[in-house]
């Protein structure tokens, strides 16, 4: 579950890519927590037969995955990456290294609602260190003059600042989905919202393709397009 508020209960991702049929060659969970590794390691044991396919690393993905993403062979591997943080873990640069393998089809649960609309304060530019890490994770500081306008009705006391938030979930979406079209050769426009109980938008399950072969990359789009539409 991912916390109380999220409406729908899934079934864990990490037991879910080891039922798929045919297997995968190899199975890498990168957990940084040393309980949820136990949790993953409870998993393996219910997957003897998967045993030597599973790998669990304790690690911060977005140290593992840039080091991961140096050392595979990009002619001959292919893998499919899902980044499911609680948070805003996930920074532009870790995708700009995911996209340069031209290997790796990502899916990325985006916290749109949690994360970055959360972070941007509604009356002024959020403090300093707000903004920059909204910047890390848009990858551009854009943001500022994307999602916040001179104020509608000045204050002529000069007591409010002359900007206010203009943002809003489905902006916040468009927006990243194009930032992805800018470094992933394929991206499904079609990505899937997931909101909680109260029906707030909170999360954007995002599908993208670093393989730029036409054939490889428009197959992979349709699939992923026609998982987002069924859901
Ligand atoms: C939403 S949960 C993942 C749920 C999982 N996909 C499932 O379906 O069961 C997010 C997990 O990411 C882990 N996590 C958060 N930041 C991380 C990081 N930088 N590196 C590795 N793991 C991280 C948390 O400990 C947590 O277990």
Redesign the pocket.
């Known amino acids: 579950?991912?916390?109380p508020d999220v409406a729908e209960v899934?079934?864990?991702?990490?037991?879910?890519a080891l039922e798929v049929e045919p297997p995968f060659h190899s199975y890498i969970f990168?957990?940084?927590?040393a309980r949820?590794c136990k949790e993953l390691e409870a998993l393996k044991a219910e997957y003897p037969a998967r045993a030597e396919r599973i790998h669990i690393e304790k690690?911060?993905?977005?140290?593992?995955l840039a080091e991961w993403c140096n050392q595979i062979d990009r002619r001959r591997s292919r893998a499919v990456v899902?980044l499911?943080?609680?948070?805003m873990?996930?920074e532009w640069s870790l995708l700009e290294t995911l996209a340069a393998t031209q290997a790796v089809d990502l899916w990325l649960?985006v916290p749109l609602g949690m994360g970055p609309n959360r972070l941007m304060t509604r009356d002024d530019l959020p403090p300093e260190e707000w903004a920059n890490k909204l910047t890390r994770f848009f990858g551009s500081d854009e943001w500022r003059s994307r999602f916040y306008r001179p104020r509608a009705q000045p204050d002529l006391f000069g007591e409010s600042s002359p900007v206010e938030k203009n943002a809003g979930f489905e902006g916040l979406a468009d927006y990243f989905v194009n930032r992805l079209k800018e470094i992933f050769p394929g991206v499904a426009e079609n990505p899937l919202v997931q909101r909680n109980s109260r029906n707030s938008p909170m999360f954007l399950l995002c599908f993208a393709t670093a393989n730029p072969k036409p054939s490889t990359k428009k197959a992979a789009l349709d699939i992923a397009k026609h998982l987002l539409k069924e859901r």
């Open positions: 579950m991912r916390e899934l079934k864990g991702s990490a037991r879910i990168v957990e940084r927590s949820k690690a911060d993905a977005s140290v593992f899902f499911d943080p609680f948070g873990q996930v649960l």
